[in-house]
């Protein structure tokens, strides 16, 4: 028999299990060892050897390997191998970037991988979805993603969407129901739940019937790809520079050789240099430092709370100009705290903090007992019995495991001495129409011990008032009429004008026969008890952060289900609110189309009672207005906003799996401070990208230029092949990388945002390039003249000068790179990474230059320390000549 014709019972036996408590982790580890680990099996990934030869495989890498051969079969064999040994290390040092990028990619999937919650041992916990076995008793909900295959014994309005394994895009509604009919497809089994399908409405528990490749999904999984496309826009757009670079360089090399031969030098020279020149020049390394400072910036990140999730984010996240964001939980702190209760014309107030369960209820500053007040305390039992959240203890503290706005009402029943377990005897709830952002209420049948049924609704005021048709004034039921309703109006405005979210609670008697299916069936001629107030405080650091925003041009919008004047009240605390900033709610919302929003989009800072939907709308109208936009979500109902918006944000703590699969950046803390680091990080990233380019690029015309004009001017090679090879091993190496580490500069959040199709080169970029490269280029041919004039019989030491020059000139110019104003704009030692790897390349050109036994390879003489002087003097004038003509420009 299969698990969807069995009774739950059954399945609980056949699969030796306990619905009540779960399996103990004795027999979680057994059945471990038995059934492995619950994943589906991955594809091939490439081999580390596959990677280390794909190095090679660059054509101009290609034609030097066969020079050098030739050049060994020659005779030339120290030449031979030291270009050999040059190439092979370039290919370990592209080897090592591409694997570490490789790896930390890996490591990003990794964390943002799915959890789900089980009962083990008697307790619900939440764990790795890998964790999971058969047997396990598995807890889902609106939003959730299924992480076994299930049969379900619990379901309430359960809706699941089974695209992935059946095609078919509407969700079905699931139950616990055996079904008879034989041979019945997956999209029929209706109590059962399937790994990698969607939670889209209600919530239900079911037992893990099969794991990993043994689930409906497993089956079909080598025919899933999740290839994300992780390829960021500014790679691309490297990609297609790169070509045309190549063919740049090689045409540049090609006229080297050609000047070089036609002024008389030999084919034979002419054609190693400019294969090693050409090698140089060609910037093979980019794509890999590039990936590499990507993923490093994505490291420190994850360091700050947000994790990325699709690579291209993180170059987005700079030209962000619009956030927009959640209200509860992301600006504020989720912490709520019932403070305000009102019922019937009488109101109370109650005292303690955050979810500590202890206060007591006060009426006009007396201290009362809330036993003694009728609706009071109706109220707070209602408030307990339609909710979800547990508390739990922890060392001497407490913590909610649920919606902090039913913790909160359950925090307050609490302080009235009221608990679940002391409801247990006299209620039991029959049926539960969960809380959704759409409705703003939830509801739940409810019988008690007498055997009276009746429904309770809580949620948003300003929509329950709607439905309920008498209300409880003063301990007696009335209709509720105009004066009431005034009154009750007016007492949602006033608590709300303080900041409070509030809840208001009612309820109707039952008949014993009608059995409510639908929640407009329970939603309606209700009874209004009253309301809850409560607050939910400012995350502190948020409204440095929106401050912060503002200096960088990027405007931050708030967006809540709650009421307009909560929204309001806390929207002008965290400075969102200027004088000329509108608010706008959701029925307003409705009544625009994306057009007419569009028109007033750009002056609206607030919109409140909104529900997801919308959020779609909002981000439409900002991008028609030429935004870039962020927006941020938790619900399945937010995964569109969040698939739309540019960057789109998914809560770590509170995010369903469906929202966070549809975002690209991952807040772990839920803060909205968060978001702002990631932007700033993300301005880094692409500036230090920009820094390298500008370096590696600046070298490269650098050593082309050297050799360029020696050929013009009749000169031998300033350099020999293998002193090239070596240059372009320094520069594409450590100082390289080492501006990808580079901390921003002290202006990245004062600056406006980046246009998204800003082109490389922008911002003088490519003159910066052009030039420095040509000055660079020049001092270093000015070197090698003067001293070849003197020693006119040692050209190895006139080019042991020239290679002095060049590189140290290239090691100067690193320090220039790290600011786009001028080098003396910031501290030039301020990053260590690259003082280091400078110092470092320093050190082996010594070594190069002085160490004996290394001469003959690269054919260097030792240089006597005067020359040092001419060195050091034409390789930092480049950097004084551009330092200078800043200053005199400021002056001007
Ligand atoms: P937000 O964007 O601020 O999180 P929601 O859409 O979650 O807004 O909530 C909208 C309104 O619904 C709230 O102002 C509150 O009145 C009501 N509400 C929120 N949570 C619950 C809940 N768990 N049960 C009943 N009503 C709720
Ligand atoms: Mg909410």
Known sequence: MMFHEMKEKDVEKVLNTNVKHGLTQKEVEKKRKQFGWNELDEGEKQSALLLFFSQFKDFMTLVLLGATLVSGFLGEYIDAIAIIAIVLINGFLGYFQERKAEKSLQALKEMSAPQVTVLRDGNWTKIMSREVVVGDIMRFSSGDRIGADLRIFEANNLEIEESALTGESIPSAKNTEIITKKDVGLGDMNNMAFMGTMVTRGNGIGIVTGIGMKTAMGEIAHMIQNADVMETPLQRRLEQLGKILIVVALLLTLLVVVVGVVHGHDLYSMFLAGVSLAVAAIPEGLPAIVTVALSLGVQRMIRKNAIVRKLPAVETLGCASVICSDKTGTMTQN??????IWSGGKSWSVSGTGYYPEGGFYFKDNEIKPQNEKSLYQLLTFGLLCNH???????????????????????????????????????????????DSNRKMMSVVVRDKNNRRF??????????????????????????????????????????????????????????????????????????IGLQGMIDPPRPEVKQAIKECKEAG?????????????????AKELGILQTNSKVLDGQALNNMNVDELEDIVDDVSVFARVSPEHKLKIVKALQNRGHIVAMTGDGVNDAPAIKSADIGISMGITGTDVAKESSSLILLDDNFATIKAA??????????IRKFIRYLLASNVGEILVMLFAMILYLPLPLVPIQILWVNLVTDGLPAMALGLDQP????????????????????LGWKVVSRGFLIGIATIIAFITVYRQHLDNLAYAQTIAFATLVLAQLIHVFDCRSERSIFSRNPFGNLYLVGAVLSSVILMLGVIYIPSLQPVFHTVPIIPRDWLLILGMSSIPTFMLAGSLFVRKKE
């Open 679 to 688: 932007i700033k990080e993300g301005r880094n990233i692409y500036e230090n």
């Open 389 to 435: 959240a547990e508390l739990k203890a922890r060392d001497k503290d407490f913590y909610l495991d649920g919606d902090p706005t039913d913790g909160a009402l359950l925090v307050s029943a609490m302080k009235a001495g009221l608990t679940r377990e002391s409801l247990q005897g006299q209620f039991t709830i029959e049926k539960e129409f969960p809380f």
């Open 335 to 340: 912490k709520m705290t019932v403070t305000h």
């Open 554 to 570: 990027i405007k931050t919008v708030m967006i809540t289900g709650d009421h307009v004047i909560t929204a309001k009240a806390i």
């Open 745 to 764: 500069e002290d202006n990245v959040m004062k600056r406006k945002p980046r246009h998204p199709k800003e082109g490389v080169f922008a911002r003088g």
């Open 455 to 528: 429904v309770i609704t809580k949620g948003a005021p300003d929509v329950l008032i709607g439905l309920c048709e008498s209300v409880l004034w003063e301990g007696r039921q009335v209709l509720f009429h105009s004066e009431y309703m005034t009154q009750t109006q007016r007492v949602i405005e006033e608590l709300a004008g303080k900041a409070l979210r509030n809840i208001a609670i009612a309820f109707k008697p039952l008949d014993n026969q009608i059995d409510i299916q639908s929640e407009e069936e329970a939603e309606k001629d209700l009874i209004f």
